[in-house]
């Protein structure tokens, strides 16, 4: 079929459209049939209106992943406040939720670099799990989708989002999926399928983090106007099945330390969960503001789980799966207004999460629950989803205990980003704000982009080529040696990851490199596609990034994407993207210093989270 032949599309109308399945869309659309199944019971005693027909009026929900699930991953240990609203009798379901227990045992283990471990005698009040469940995201959000779809909810897998559709008044009417067939410069293949036109009277996006659609949405109506902008970390996490007593079902530690120093400006730390059959799910999480341009969150990962603590813990065990995902974490001053014609955010694609316990199911869920409510209300008056109309969820957020969770720790992440001492001065300065409730300090305190906060090697040489000995080399010492010569500003990174080599990468190890990690993820995509990772300018990774940053990409991606390759014909390096790693963790997206990589939705594919 020829690409200039214009495509037919198939239309498929909707009530409700929720993009992505998670927990935040699956509580929305459990409450939503929960209340237009009220509504219409109520009419059926004989109350005034209008029933609202599922049959005419579907509500649908599309996900990226092949199987519901299979894309989500978190640490996680779920306070069940939201769960317990939306499905009050959820111990007694049929099939129960997928607990793994009660988290019972919590601890604060400060990591020494020498190899000690210290546990706080104290657990602080952030860290207690008391009443909370142990669970792996991808088993709960495919429990919540058998809910919802026993509600009537139709979900459909393997259905990407490609771009949001709009009205002629620029209000949003729904998503077009993506084109499949399309080879990898852009061709129709003979087994071209054009993406459907899911339209819609309201589009509910909870896509995750950094949601491409969501960003989007975000720049177009100005959500994040008068905001700070949000800030991420990269959570790199493993599930190993260990040596039997090596680590109790129902035991949660929290690390902080090691590999990261106390007077350093990286935020993060370790988190380490007891699951059953001596399953334990552990993983490690660090800003993406880290001013060292050489971060490399899984090379992190791999140093803490070397640990003695962590190691004892592992020796002897087995890997079963691999994840990572980016979290937001600027809390409430950074969230967009969640709001616009015709749709509503939810979720991590908002930013609903409390980085003080690190912990955002709870919050997704609830503010899902409210844009439902919001919804209803829309279907019930046969109304247009007005701006006025869906304002109505920001308005039941305030009124929310999202709002006082998450306000009493408005100012928690900021206190991290001054110098000097980060981590130890954002700490005090972090415990008092949670110890006071919020009230000190008090107003609003600013935060800076991931991206700006990125330290350079080298200033710039007005864009002209890096010096040539620069160039055929990914050593980031000798980058730095040399830009110490000529007297330019530098940036010393911490480690030396030149030439990426793991410390150990032999199965029954403890540590694995990205690319048998990978392996682990269950990560595919189809070849011949267009690259998913849209870089606007590969020039600037070889000149400028080379010269100025060292590629962090090589460093930053845990999945062995990117990487800075020679190229034929002697003409220096340049980038080599490796697509089909990618667990879809959006890393790039963010922490790319000159924010030319966009993470757009693939024809398919992606990690496969079994248990994570
Ligand atoms: Fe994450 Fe980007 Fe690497 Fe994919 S390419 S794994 S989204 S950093």
Known sequence: MSTDEPIQREELPCGVLFVGAGPATL???IRLMDLIAKHNDAIDQGAPGTKIDTSEQPVFMIEKAAEVGDHNMSGAILDPRALRELLPEFEKMDPPPP?????????????????????????????????????????????????????GVQILPNFPGAEVLFTDGGAVKGVRTVDRGVGKHGERLSSFEPGTDITAKLTILGEGVRGHLSRGLIKKFKLDEGKNPQIYSTGVKELWKVKPGRFPLGKAVHTAGFPLSLTGNDFGGGFIYGFKDDH??????????????????????????????????????????????????????????????????????????????????????????????????????????????????????????VFEEMWKVRNFRQAFQKKPFGFLRGALAAGVHVESGGLWPPGKLGLQDDHHRIEKLREPSNGKQPPAQLLPTVDLAAKVAASRKDGSKTFAPKEQPAGMPEPSVKTGGIVYDKVTDVYYAGSTHEEDQPPHLVVADTDICHTRCAEEYGNPCQYFCPASVYEMVEAEGGKGRQLRLNFSNCVHCKTCDIRDPYQIITWVTPQGGGPRYSGL
């Open 27 to 29: 509580s929305a659309a």
């Open 99 to 151: 607990f793994e227990g009660e988290a019972q045992d919590d601890s604060l283990v400060l990591m020494l670099a020498g190899g000690g471990a210290v546990t706080a005698p104290v657990t602080p009040p952030t860290f207690q799990n008391h009443g909370n469940y142990i669970t792996s995201l991808n088993r709960f959000t495919k429990w919540l989708a058998g809910v919802a779809e026993a509600r």
């Open 280 to 401: 334990v799910s552990l993983g490690f999480v660090v800003s993406l503001d880290s001013p060292d341009p050489a971060l490399d969150p899984h090379r992190m990962f791999s140093r803490w789980k070397e640990h003695p603590y962590v190691k004892a813990i592992l020796e002897g065990g087995e890997l079963v799966r691999y994840g990572a995902k980016a979290i937001p974490e600027g809390g409430w001053f950074s969230l967009p207004r969640p709001y616009m014609p015709g749709a509503m955010l939810v979720g991590d694609s908002a930013g609903f999460l409390n980085m003080t316990r690190l912990k955002g199911i709870h919050l997704a869920m609830k503010s899902g629950m409210l844009a439902a409510e919001t919804a209803f209300e829309v279907l019930r008056d046969q109304a247009e989803a007005t701006e006025e109309r869906t304002k109505a969820y920001w308005g039941r957020i305030l009124d929310s205990w």
